[in-house]
């Protein structure tokens, strides 16, 4: 049907060069060392259309058929010089057994003479004398017979080719590799002498270029001469072969588009390659030193390597394409946080997306995740989690928002908010459920921490204006008692009672000024006087103060990095966050313990209980000054309100303000503040400062 189609088409299209065998001339060459007989041939063939040619002993014959091949030959055995069988044996050692028909005339009748030329490889045997009358009649048999012959071989011939093709796409998951097989086998196929793909250029659509090329030994690149490459193949070319069904046939030479008609040139085939998304590529095979005939068995195995090829082609750009938005995918997802899990209905099976397994710290070729695991009851949140998945599980429900706690891995918590629908058939019935999942914990406690900060700026406000009145009156009252006491001397009241009432009154008022001093520090009125300073002999400095703070019942031990870079702080404000830490850590342990300062550079802590300053960043590296203890530690709620001011556990000492005023010192110095402490285990205090490289030790200008 295909061979129909096609000849009818190049009839119609004058600019397609093809040659048919039905419709070649045969060609037919007479060896004879008789001209009577070689005349006699050419007379009784002359009625019907044959390209006839002669030749008068065997060594002209093999020269003509190493130059031009016939399609018959007629072969008279008895020549001087080579003979009859010669010829034949050495026309069947070069071309095979059915390319030529080979018909033996000889006046030999005998049964050894025609076994020997059958066993030659002759097609058929002709007696002198001959029978002129029938002679034309056997001869276009023969010529019919043979182009049978050819035409089923090669029918089988280009099978192999196609199955061959076959077993390259179906064996190489490679599209390159894919590609260059197919175009070296093609290139055996069809006798070319150079085979490649054109391929739109992906940075410029307008433009085409080379994709996969191959060529045959000492055939010339093709990288050399691709721009007059492309130019010799002309526009119309490839406007004609992209609204062709059917491969096309033209002339052409190197630099210059040619004369379709011009049987010097050179001969292509082209073919368009309609892919997915409208793409067309073009295959093409152009025969440069050789000019085989191409018929039209030849058209339709390329015409079905190209629906072949264009099929792989296209399969693997929607699988690049497929892939390519997998990893976009899979990008957005990681810088997200965000994954995403499906349960099927049907088959009770949970999926994870690749991030869910980050987000959950689980290592997917270790971990397979299951329903009991995933809706697990661990925090109070969690029971709602688990009916709001059963009412769309009962169809009570298509969807639901929730944010809630999970445990990791690590046993870290973390917050994550999810997202949940259900998929339904065309019954209505549900399908499968999809979730997404993402990390919210930063924002989490980043929305916690905005709140805490706009809780603790209200009351420094709060606690800045009662400083700064209740100062004012300690001013008054210092004043008058400074007068009272000046008017006592001057009247000679030198009572000691007196004295004595006056003297309590004016340390009263000092304790109310320190107590002023505090407030104003813990509101961060206070101004203060970074300098840099040098860790380990600041607390050497103090080393005895701490010492007779804790108490001979407490060990105290000191551990600083050697080296240790110097940080930017107020050198008061920073001893009196040490004091105020460490009275804490004594208060901790009544009954004796251990209290241990250590200071090192290390890797900022991203830990959830960090109490961030979101005006500053500090980087990957950090100085940090840590205080630990084994004391009672604190319990969640009071380590929530741990710095909080005048919140104290002392019911008889202690004004709360230690850990608050530590907490605006950090928070005035850029750092930041980790407690980590549970019942029972003690508590650790982090102060993380940051790192200046080359920090000088003389006092900045601010």
């Known amino acids: 049907m295909l061979a129909e189609k096609s000849l ?26 008789d001209a009577t007989i070689r005349l006699l041939m050419r007379d009784a063939l002359i009625d019907e259309q044959y390209d006839i040619k002669e030749a008068q ?21 008895n020549m001087p010089g080579i003979d009859g069988f010669d010829v034949c044996r050495e026309v ?20 050894v003479s025609i076994e020997r030329a059958y066993g030659l490889g002759a097609t058929d045997f002709i007696v002198k004398p001959i029978n002129w009358d029938t002679f034309p009649y056997r001869i276009q048999y023969l010529i019919k017979a043979r182009n049978a012959i050819i035409e089923t071989k090669n029918q089988e011939l280009h099978l192999q080719y196609i199955e061959r093709i076959s077993r390259i796409i179906t064996q190489n998951k490679n599209l390159k590799d894919i590609m260059h097989e197919m175009l070296s086998t093609m290139l055996k196929i069809y006798s070319a002498d150079r085979a490649f793909i054109i391929k739109p250029d992906s940075a410029e659509n307008n433009y085409l270029k080379i994709g996969c090329k191959v060529k045959s030994s000492g055939t010339e690149s093709i990288d050399k001469i691709q721009n007059s490459l492309f130019d010799a193949l002309g526009s119309y070319t490839f406007h004609r072969a992209k609204h062709s069904e059917y491969p096309i046939i033209t002339r052409f030479n190197d630099t210059n588009p040619a004369s379709l008609y011009d049987p010097t040139l050179k001969r292509q085939m082209i073919k368009a390659l309609n892919l997915q998304d409208n793409q067309i590529w073009y295959l093409v095979l152009q025969q440069c030193s050789t000019q085989t005939n191409w018929s039209i068995l030849h058209e339709e195995t390329f015409y079905k390597i190209c629906l072949r090829l264009s099929g792989v082609i296209s399969r693997y750009l929607l699988t690049e394409k497929l892939h390519i938005s ?14 995403n899990w499906n349960w099927n209905v049907k088959t009770s099976r949970l999926t994870w997306s690749e ?26 949140e969690d029971i709602q989690r688990l009916n709001l998945f059963k009412n769309i599980l009962n169809n009570t429900h298509k969807s639901y928002q929730f944010d809630h706690r999970i445990k990791n891995a690590s046993l870290n918590t973390r917050w994550v908010r999810e997202q949940c629908a259900g998929t339904y058939d065309e019954h ?40 700064h009145d209740f100062g004012n009156l300690m001013t008054v009252a210092k004043g008058n008692l400074d ?35 505090q407030l104003l520090a813990f509101s961060r009125k206070k101004s203060i006087s970074p300098i840099s300073v040098n860790i380990e002999k600041t607390i050497n400095k103090f080393y005895k ?27 008061t404000q920073f001893e009196s966050a040490l004091l105020n830490i460490i009275i804490n850590a004594r208060n901790a342990m009544p009954d004796g313990g251990h209290l241990s300062i250590s200071a090192e550079k290390i890797p900022t802590q991203r830990s959830q209980e960090i109490i961030r300053n979101a005006d500053n960043d500090l980087g990957d590296q950090c100085i940090c000054v840590h205080i630990k203890d084994d004391g009672t530690g604190m319990s969640k709620d009071v380590l929530d309100r741990a710095i909080e001011p005048f919140y104290t556990t002392s019911k008889t000492s202690g004004t709360g303000l230690g850990m608050s005023m530590v907490y605006g010192f950090i928070k005035q110095s850029s750092g930041e503040l980790v407690i980590h402490s549970k019942p029972d285990r003690g508590t650790t205090i982090y102060l993380q400062f940051p790192y200046y490289e080359n920090l000088s030790t003389e006092r900045p200008e601010l």
């Open 483 to 517: 007068l009272l006491m000046e008017s006592m001397f001057r009247n000679n009241n030198t009572d000691n009672e007196d004295i004595e009432l006056v003297t309590d009154a004016y340390s009263a008022v000092e304790d109310s000024v320190e107590l002023t001093k």
């Open 545 to 571: 103060l701490f010492d007779n703070t804790v108490g001979e019942n407490i060990k105290l031990s000191i551990h600083i990095q050697p080296d240790l870079p110097n940080i930017l702080v107020d050198p």
């Open 57 to 77: 002993n065997g060594i002209d014959a093999l020269k003509y058929i190493s130059e031009q091949q016939p399609d018959l030959v007629l072969l008279d055995v």
């Open 428 to 467: 209505d019935e549900l399908i499968e459920i999809n979730g997404l999942v993402q990390d919210i914990t930063d924002a989490h406690y980043k929305k916690e921490q905005e709140v805490h900060n706009n809780k603790m700026d209200a009351i420094g406000q709060l606690t800045s204006g009662v400083a």
């Open 8 to 33: 009818l088409r190049f009839q119609q299209d004058p600019g397609v060069v093809h040659q048919n065998n039905s419709s070649r001339i045969p060609s037919i060459l007479i060896i004879d060392d």
């Open 92 to 111: 069947r050692n070069l071309y095979g057994d059915t390319d030529i028909s080979i018909v033996m005339v000889t006046g030999m009748d005998d049964s």
């Open 355 to 380: 991030e869910m397994y980050h987000i959950y710290g689980r290592q997917e070729e270790r971990w397979t995740p299951g329903y009991e695991q995933f809706f697990k009851v661990e925090f109070e």
């Open 326 to 339: 997998e990893r976009l995918l899979k990008q957005a997802q990681k810088i997200g946080h965000l994954g």
